[in-house]
């Protein structure tokens, strides 16, 4: 069988991230739940829950946070030349009068490039007119065992008044706006921080009437969000 250099790589440090295994009893134990040889886009579909059931719970009695590093090194999240995930700040309610919380879909240190229903987390800022902080990151996958993926992607940040994403589809929208939150597709690939700044300058008295009724707004108009440019 033959492997790509960074397949194999993402083998051997999952492996050793595992107890009392090597790469072969690893190979052996995705071969129950992939088809061989591993592809990243196979890999990329590894939830816990299937790790542990596979080879009649070869991995059952790992301890979670183990199967969850492992699952990270194989889907490429962690490993030499990943680029760490960005410190949060600390914040406490009421730091930022007049702010507004916003969340990003994420796969990649602090960019909006991720699909609501396949992103890895959610940047969770606070924005005011004068600051951005990023206050929370809170990853999609601790759901995989929810019957419903995209309310509990919903109830992740349901604490938030925005959600801006590459994409989504109308269900899971329809999710998000009876969790409270009103979202905003951005197809094109970018720093979260640059779209959070052209939001900046809409925040405060002279808000537009989307932004300024987010909260009283009906689910009906809220889930006809359209690609809007926060910054027109």
Same mark, same amino acid.
């Given at each position: 069988? @033959?492997?790509?250099?960074?397949?194999?790589? #993402?083998?051997?440090?999952? !492996?050793?991230?595992?107890?009392?295994?090597?790469?072969?009893?690893?190979?052996?134990?995705?071969?129950?739940?992939?088809?061989?040889?591993?592809?990243?886009? !196979?890999?990329?579909?590894?939830?816990?829950? @299937?790790?542990? *059931? *596979?080879?009649?719970?070869?991995? @059952?009695?790992?301890?979670? $946070?183990?199967?969850?590093?492992? /699952?990270?090194?194989?889907?490429?999240?962690?490993?030499?030349?990943?680029?760490?995930?960005?410190?949060?700040?600390?914040?406490?309610?009421?730091?930022?009068?007049?702010?507004? &919380?916003?969340?990003?879909?994420?796969?990649? =240190? +602090?960019?909006?490039?991720?699909?609501?229903?396949?992103?890895? #987390?959610?940047?969770?800022?606070?924005? @005011?007119?004068? %600051?951005?902080?990023?206050?929370?990151?809170?990853?999609?996958?601790? $759901?995989?065992?929810?019957?419903?993926?995209?309310?509990? &992607?919903?109830?992740?940040?349901?604490?938030?008044?925005?959600?801006?994403?590459?994409?989504?589809?109308?269900?899971?929208?329809?999710?998000?706006?009876?969790?409270?939150?009103?979202?905003?597709?951005?197809?094109?690939? =970018? %720093?979260? &921080?640059?779209?959070?700044?052209?939001?900046?300058?809409?925040?405060?008295?002279? !808000?537009?009437?989307?932004?300024?009724?987010?909260? $009283?707004?009906?689910?009906? +108009? &809220? /889930?006809?969000?359209?690609? +809007?440019?926060?910054?027109?």
């Amino acid at each position: 069988m @033959s492997l790509s250099k960074e397949i194999a790589l #993402r083998i051997g440090l999952a !492996a050793r991230a595992l107890p009392d295994t090597d790469p072969k009893r690893l190979l052996d134990v995705l071969a129950d739940v992939i088809d061989l040889p591993p592809t990243s886009k !196979a890999l990329s579909k590894l939830t816990v829950k @299937s790790l542990k *059931a *596979a080879s009649d719970g070869e991995f @059952s009695d790992v301890d979670v $946070g183990v199967l969850k590093e492992a /699952i990270a090194y194989l889907k490429g999240e962690k490993g030499p030349g990943v680029e760490p995930l960005p410190e949060i700040a600390a914040y406490d309610e009421g730091d930022m009068p007049g702010s507004i &919380r916003v969340a990003c879909a994420s796969n990649k =240190g +602090e960019m909006l490039d991720g699909h609501f229903g396949s992103c890895q #987390r959610f940047l969770v800022y606070q924005v @005011s007119p004068d %600051e951005i902080r990023l206050v929370d990151i809170r990853a999609t996958d601790t $759901g995989d065992d929810e019957p419903d993926k995209n309310a509990y &992607r919903a109830s992740l940040i349901g604490d938030c008044q925005i959600l801006f994403v590459g994409s989504i589809g109308g269900p899971a929208a329809a999710k998000v706006v009876r969790a409270g939150v009103h979202p905003i597709k951005k197809p094109e690939v =970018g %720093e979260a &921080r640059v779209e959070l700044a052209a939001l900046q300058p809409r925040i405060g008295p002279n !808000a537009p009437p989307w932004l300024a009724k987010i909260m $009283g707004q009906s689910p009906k +108009e &809220r /889930i006809r969000f359209e690609q +809007e440019e926060v910054g027109a």
